[in-house]
């Protein structure tokens, strides 16, 4: 019997890109928020399952460490990141088992707009400023007037 020879392959210089469903974007002001590295793993990975109308997943923490080489703790610690640069909205869900039981589900994700997420970081890094513009006007008015240093 004789063996096919294979046919190499041939370079064809340009490469058809995967269709769309297959790619997510990530907006460019999510880097303004200044999250950690760890947290725009996880952002990414919530881009990656979400529902493109209703901006909402609800994969587990086990799933998402185990798809990002993260723990449980770790991914739970990036989730709460998030939440408080206000990038993503989460609420418990409840699962019914057959039996009628209820059992506690997997967190459900929703992504907010990234224009919540810059506003809140903007009056936050506002308000931070006047509070240190506010130390440094005392600190200079008690330096001048030592009666007033306590």
Not at 18 to 27: C, G, N, R
Request: hydrophobic share 30%; charged share 30%.
């Amino acid at each position: 019997m004789r063996t096919r020879r294979r046919k190499k392959p041939v370079f064809l210089g340009y490469q058809v890109p995967p269709p769309l469903y297959h790619q997510f974007t990530m907006p460019n002001e999510l880097f303004w928020v200044k999250p950690s590295a760890g947290a725009v793993a996880v952002y990414s990975y919530l881009r990656m399952c979400e529902d493109r109308k209703t901006y909402q997943c609800h994969p587990s923490y086990s799933t998402i460490g185990k798809d990002l080489g993260m723990s449980k703790g770790t991914v739970a610690k990036y989730v709460r990141e998030l939440e408080d640069k206000k990038l993503i909205y989460t609420e418990p869900t409840e699962v019914r088992l057959a039996d009628g039981r209820r059992h506690n589900g997997n967190l459900l994700f929703t992504i907010r707009p990234i224009e919540d997420a810059v506003n809140y970081y903007n009056a936050t890094e506002a308000e931070k400023s006047a509070r240190d513009e506010l130390q440094r006007t005392v600190a200079e008015y008690r330096s001048k007037d030592p009666k007033t240093a306590v």
